[in-house]
């Protein structure tokens, strides 16, 4: 039987909440990390949750002291209307070797994914895309700030609410069970993968602005702006669109040669996103660079033309339901990012 162990309420640490007092209702989904369920709080009238069981491997010492670091993380993150709020932490031990953390969250019944296939024709209108484009450069940027990087920024990560509020979800638990889940051969969590990272480099906080990007392109397009089948295919479809990188741009010390990739010419956004205005184009190209270095940060992305020149509403205010209302215009970007999103670095690990 599992034994109760101390745990984390709200921002602080608290007698561990009882499992039962959460009823699960349904299976959400299912990963290496565990079970995610559709359950009812019972000490709040039934309200429902989601909660996250993450299986974690002990030590004579008790749960390691970087999970208990990050657990602690988690717990001042729950403040900004961008990010998913977590409700309860807490944990119990199955056995000497592993123990079952639970992580209860505001429950979201639509992800982004599920949203844009439930947007009937002919798409999301420019001023629906600028604002759901905001709040997630938003919720960025205060994970960024946090020093976090979600490394797995995807439409299935992303929850919408009825009222049109955009929450991340799934953000920093890489850190909590390991990150080796993060970095699977998952086909579709490979559409939105840097090439930094399917090239196995040193990477941090722009590979969530490339994420972005492809976002950002799939807000218009919906569906995928990059659909390979592995690694290498991933990359050989990046570089059909945005052409091949130059010798000097390819990172140094990596497993896949330069000279494996033909030449590839760069090919103009428009004539992949037909609605893409000039303003819009632009943000784009800065989010998709191929140079990580020179990609935008969430910081710059949110002060681009894009949205300051735009004669649609702030973030939040438009109605949850899909317009299709013309482009807007406005004038071009010059702006330029100069590596300052580089705020935390990663090494590769292997995949499994």
Request: proline share 6%; hydrophobic share 35%; glycine share 6%.
């Amino acid at each position: 039987m599992d034994r109760p162990r101390s745990g984390f309420h709200g921002n602080q640490t608290s007698p561990v909440m009882d499992k039962k007092n959460y009823e699960e209702v349904a299976v959400i989904g299912n990963g290496a990390y565990g079970t995610v369920y559709k359950a009812r709080d019972l000490r709040n009238d039934g309200q429902m949750v989601a909660l996250k069981k993450i299986r974690i491997q002990t030590t004579e010492d008790g749960m390691p002291m970087n999970t208990i670091r990050e657990i602690s993380l988690l717990t001042h993150l729950d403040d900004h209307p961008n990010i998913v709020r977590l409700l309860d932490i807490c944990h119990t031990q199955k056995d000497q070797r592993e123990t079952h953390l639970y992580l209860v969250f505001e429950h979201i019944d639509q992800d982004l994914a599920t949203y844009l296939e439930k947007c009937p024709s002919p798409g999301l209108g420019p001023d629906r895309i600028l604002d759901l484009m905001k709040q997630l450069l938003k919720g960025v940027e205060f994970l960024h700030t946090n020093r976090i990087v979600h490394r797995d920024l995807k439409p299935q990560n992303i929850l919408v609410t009825c009222d049109g509020k955009l929450k991340l979800a799934d953000f920093g638990l890489a850190r909590v069970y390991g990150f080796q889940m993060a970095l699977t051969s998952v086909v579709v969590t490979l559409w939105y993968r840097a090439p930094e990272v399917l090239l196995q480099a040193r990477y941090a906080t722009p590979v969530d602005m490339w994420s972005c990007g492809c976002i950002f392109a799939e807000l218009f397009r919906r569906r995928p702006l990059f659909c390979g089948q592995s690694e290498m295919d991933q990359l050989i479809k990046i570089f059909e669109i945005l052409g091949t990188p130059s010798y000097e741009d390819w990172p140094e010390g990596v497993a896949i040669r330069w000279e494996a990739f033909r030449p590839m010419p760069r090919k103009s956004l428009r004539t992949i996103i037909e609605d893409l205005d000039s303003p819009a184009q632009d943000l784009l190209e800065k989010l998709l660079s191929l140079n990580p270095l020179q990609r935008i940060s969430a910081r710059d992305a949110l002060q681009h033309p894009y949205f300051s020149d735009s004669i649609y509403q702030e973030a939040g205010g438009s109605s949850s339901s899909p317009s299709s209302s013309s482009s807007s215009s406005s004038s071009n970007s010059n702006g330029n990012n100069s590596g300052e999103n580089y705020d935390t670095d990663f090494s590769p690990e292997p995949e499994k």
